[in-house]
Structure formats: C-alpha cells, structure tokens
C-alpha cells in the first residue's frame, strides 16, 4: 500500500534510529500481500513462477504488485498490466508467443489459489482473460480483455489461501492470458496477476507444470504415430517425477526422455503404457521431459513439460541455527529457522514484530541447504 498508515509506527521507529546513528532501512515488505499461485493445484502466476527466466527483481516478492483499484477504469496503463504499472522495472510487461511459461489447461474449470501473506478486507475478485484472436506478440492492453467471472468478498477478511473456480471458455485455444484483479475494500489499491495459459483439449492435466513452446520434431513423417498428447504430472516428490501422457494412435510403445537444459534430451526408459515414473532425482531441480510415440513406421515426439522435485523437507529443529525473531535486526546471509523450516536472509533489515515477514520473499528464502554463517 502507499497509504502512510500501512508504515505507521515503522516509519516512526525508522526516525528514532535515524536520531541515534543507527539506522537500519526497513524493508517494504510490509505492502506484500498476495499473489496467484497457493496450492499445489493452483495455476500459478507470471510473476511467482521460476520456471520464468529474467522477470527481474519481482522474483522475490511476487505478493507485491499493487496499483490503485478500479479497472479497467482506472489502474494499470495498457502495457504496464502485469507489471501493476510498471513495477520492479517493468519486466514481467514484455510480451511475445514464447516469452512465458504457460499454465497447461483444457476448457473448462480450474483453480486459482491466492498465497496471502496480509489478508486484507476485500471488497471484490475479478478475472479477465484475453479475447478468442488477440495478439501475443503486442503488448497486453485493456481491450485485450473481457470479464471472465467475479467474486464478492463483502468487506470481510478472506481465507488463507483463498481459492476460486474459474471457467475457460470452450471457445478460447491456445495463448491466452488470464488478468487477477485483487480489489482492496477499505484503501484505494488492489493487487493484480497475470497468469499465462495454455488451453488444449483431451484428458486432465497438472495445471502448475509449463508447457515449453517446443514443437514436436519437424517434419512429420504421415506415416508415423501421432504426438503424444496432455504430458502432464500425476505426483512429484523430492526425487520422483510421475508422469502421465494422452495415447498416441499408430505408437507401438513410449520412449521418456528428460533433460536438465531443455536441449539435450536423454532416454530413461521405455513403456507401452501411458505413464512412467521417473525415480532417483535431485530435489527441488527443474527438468524437462518429452515423450517419443514409436512405431516401426517412426517417431514423433509430444511437446516438452518442464517438473521441478520437491525440496527435501526438513526433519527437525537444525543444530547452531536460531529460531527467527519478528522484532530482531539480521543482516543479508542470516540464517534461521521458523515452524522447521530453514530460512536465509536476502536483504538486511530490522523486524517490527509483523509475524507474517518471514514469509516475504524480499527479507527470507527458504533454504535446505544451511550455508556458512549464522544468524545473529
């Protein structure tokens, strides 16, 4: 928010430090408050996603892309939608076909869940998507869009996450983007998503699991078996990848192939069935993964999905660490732990007692891998 009262007494303590020769600059943390992307089930947004390469500093606190309410009125100038109006340098408003992971989905429900790190009282939900032949490759502007559904939040305090269904349309194919309008019942601001999509047809998908803009191999022999279709994740754990694929008329049998730099693919095995689970992974790494329709006529190969492990979770209290304070000073590399998980420090900052601060991205990231050091 940029409203004096969401720093109050936090500016105020900024002064007395600052008469005293000890200033240490509060982080902005305190106006983070939401971002699409709360369950595992959730589609997830632009800006929370690490399957998206160079979105700039937004990486580290997706929750905090804040504008004044009232679009598409008011809000956002066209151009600048994603990036709340510019935000963070204005990285997540370049658009192109390819720029962005996409949210694999076929028409018909699914599941927005917002990751609240302040729940604020809300006054309304609102989600547009982009219009059936809108173009990717310009900038995202307001008549790009059409309402796609709503939600009432009464005034009241929301749910942690809070969740909606939404409905993609039957007619939408392809690239489109959905637009999050979080509005802010009791101050003049909302928050604001983009969330890319894919909208493919055929049997259930993971909706978290991008799908990399990767044509099958090319050219096609018409001989060959069909594209494996809807690649997509059944489970995933800190060292499995379970994955599940559509049948592709004319295959004899599957060939799974993964890679960790989207280029080199190699095989892991082979199946003639429909799903293949990929075991003895590293956790919490990101691998790309393609399936391979052969027959003795050919091979044709399905579209590439990008998985990434679960972090290994943490099985205790760790010896030499700190349990995190909300009102302590740390400085950037600090560690700590908070509920058993470990947790370093980003930036260094002084705590004014706001519990919910170890969950910005901008002060702490989570971490299975304590480093030297400790925090003070």
């Known amino acids: 928010m940029t409203s004096f009262s969401r720093f109050g007494s936090a500016a105020l303590g900024v002064?007395?430090?600052?008469?005293?020769?000890?200033?240490?600059?509060?982080?902005?943390?305190?106006?983070?408050?939401?971002?699409?992307?709360?369950?595992?089930?959730?589609?997830?947004?632009?800006?929370?996603?690490?399957a998206n390469a160079d979105r700039g500093a937004v990486q580290y606190e997706p929750q905090s892309l804040e504008a004044p309410k009232g679009f598409p009125a008011a809000g956002p100038v066209d151009g600048k939608l994603a990036s709340a109006g510019?935000?963070?340098?204005?990285?997540?408003?370049?658009?192109?076909a390819t720029r962005w992971?996409?949210?694999?989905?076929?028409?018909?429900?699914?599941?927005?869940?917002?990751?609240?790190?302040?729940?604020?009282?809300?006054?309304?939900?609102?989600?547009?998507?982009?219009?059936q032949g809108w173009d990717p490759n310009d900038p995202l502007e307001r008549d790009d869009l059409e309402l796609l559904t709503s939600f009432d939040g009464g005034g009241g305090?929301?749910?942690?996450?809070?969740?909606?269904?939404?409905?993609i349309p039957a007619d939408h194919t392809g690239y489109h983007v959905i637009y999050a309008v979080w509005d802010i019942a009791d101050t003049q601001n909302a928050f604001y998503n983009t969330i890319d999509i894919d909208v493919?047809?055929?049997?259930?998908?993971?909706?978290?699991?991008?799908?990399?803009?990767?044509?099958?191999?090319?050219?096609?022999?018409?001989?060959?078996?069909?594209?494996?279709?809807?690649?997509?994740?059944?489970d995933r754990t800190a060292t499995t990848v379970d994955l599940m694929w559509?049948?592709?008329?004319?295959?004899?049998?599957y060939r799974i192939e993964r890679s960790l730099d989207g280029v080199s693919f190699t095989a892991v095995g082979t199946t003639a069935s429909t799903s293949f689970l990929d075991s003895g992974l590293?956790?919490?790494?990101?691998?790309?993964?393609?399936?391979?329709?052969?027959?003795?006529?050919?091979?044709?190969?399905?579209?590439?999905?990008t998985a990434t492990t679960d972090a290994?979770?943490?099985?205790?209290?760790?010896?030499?660490?700190?349990?995190?304070?909300?009102?302590?000073?740390?400085?950037?590399?600090?560690?700590?732990?908070h509920l058993g998980v470990v947790y370093r420090a980003v930036q260094s900052h002084r705590g004014w007692g706001d519990e919910t601060w170890i969950t910005a991205l901008s002060l702490w990231e989570p971490t299975t891998a304590p480093a030297a050091g400790h925090a003070h």
Do not use: C
């Not at 305090?157 to 409905?167: A, G, R, S």
């Not at 790494?285 to 590439?304: F, H, I, M, N």
């Open 312 to 337: 290994e979770e943490p099985t205790g209290p760790v010896d030499g660490i700190p349990e995190w304070s909300a009102t302590a000073a740390y400085t950037r590399g600090d560690l700590v732990q």
């Open 15 to 50: 002064v007395a430090l600052a008469a005293a020769g000890l200033f240490i600059a509060p982080a902005p943390p305190a106006s983070a408050h939401g971002y699409v992307g709360g369950t595992s089930s959730s589609l997830i947004a632009r800006a929370a996603w690490s």
């Open 200 to 234: 493919r047809g055929g049997g259930a998908v993971d909706p978290v699991d991008p799908v990399d803009p990767v044509d099958p191999v090319d050219p096609v022999d018409p001989s060959a078996p069909a594209a494996p279709g809807g690649l997509h994740t059944m």
């Open 282 to 305: 590293t956790a919490a790494t990101t691998y790309r993964y393609r399936v391979v329709a052969v027959s003795d006529a050919g091979e044709t190969a399905s579209s590439v999905l």
């Open 157 to 167: 305090i929301p749910t942690v996450p809070t969740v909606h269904t939404l409905n």
């Open 86 to 96: 510019g935000l963070f340098g204005g990285d997540l408003d370049e658009q192109s």
């Open 246 to 253: 559509s049948a592709a008329a004319g295959a004899d049998e």
């Open 101 to 131: 992971a996409k949210n694999l989905v076929q028409p018909g429900p699914v599941q927005v869940a917002w990751s609240l790190t302040a729940a604020h009282r809300t006054a309304e939900w609102r989600y547009f998507i982009t219009k």
